[in-house]
């Protein structure tokens, strides 16, 4: 199956999941996960019509960007763990980052997007399986008040949303308690209609569960392996 295939496949199972769920398939973004993919595995996804692609690692989509600099109306989000060390380049060579986790982290991507002359699209990444070896932060913990009450100090970013990762299980099922503790967060916090902060985006569901993501509401799935197969490594 070539990528083309593979995106209209998932597309395809995306909208009979939304059908299911009465919601309009046209409300879910699909995400193409290029981590480890080389460049010209992105550029064939793009020749696709595929335009939304997530990085994982700064430096590997740092040593890739050049290649893809004329993909130029494609948006690149940085969706994996960000170290605030690096948040001078994430703003830098990313349109979006989807992985907030600290009022530290976004202080520096504010004065990183300041220094480009860029605003910058944050998603806060919640941590909701309470996983250690996981980042983000926990739906009751503190420092989530602290990133939502500082939002309007952080004029060149715009949260739009949470993203999460839940624990992994072998059935998509196991996925479907943390996606709906992401929606009825969202929608807690959507009721309190805090300055600065916009919630129109939850990023959940990957390959094996995006149709259960989905079905609980999930407005952005993150698909790599079945796009593109397993990852290329070495």
């Known amino acids: 199956m070539?990528?083309?295939?593979?995106l209209a496949a998932i597309r395809e199972r995306m909208a009979r999941a939304a059908r299911r769920a009465g919601r309009d398939p046209e409300d879910i973004a699909l995400m193409a996960v290029t981590k480890t993919q080389p460049a010209g595995r992105i550029i064939e996804a793009y020749a696709a019509g595929h335009r939304l692609f997530g990085e994982n690692?700064?430096?590997?989509?740092?040593?890739?960007c050049g290649a893809?600099?004329?993909?130029?109306d494609a948006g690149f989000h940085m969706i994996g763990h960000l170290q605030s060390n690096k948040a001078a380049k994430a703003a830098e060579i990313f349109h979006a980052v989807d992985s907030l986790d600290s009022a530290k982290l976004a202080e520096r991507l504010n004065a990183a997007a300041e220094r480009a002359g860029k605003t910058l699209d944050v998603l806060i990444e919640i941590n909701s399986g309470g996983e250690a070896a996981k980042s983000g932060v926990a739906p009751d913990a503190a420092e989530l008040e602290k990133i939502l009450a500082a939002a309007p100090e952080w004029s060149q970013l715009r949260i739009r949303g949470l993203m999460t990762v839940p624990p992994f299980t072998d059935d998509p099922e196991g996925a479907r308690p943390y996606?709906?503790?992401?929606?009825?967060?969202?929608e807690r916090l959507a009721g309190r209609k805090l300055p600065s902060v916009s919630l129109g985006v939850l990023s959940m569901g990957?390959?094996?569960d995006f149709e259960v993501a989905i079905e609980e509401g999930s407005?952005?799935?993150?698909?790599?392996?079945a796009i593109f197969g397993e990852r290329v490594t070495g």
Do not use: D, P
């Open 2 to 6: 070539t990528i083309a295939n593979n």
């Open 57 to 64: 690692r700064v430096q590997e989509f740092a040593e890739k």
């Open 68 to 72: 893809l600099a004329e993909l130029r």
């Open 179 to 186: 996606f709906r503790q992401l929606r009825e967060l969202r």
């Open 206 to 208: 990957m390959s094996h």
């Open 219 to 225: 407005t952005c799935v993150r698909v790599g392996t």
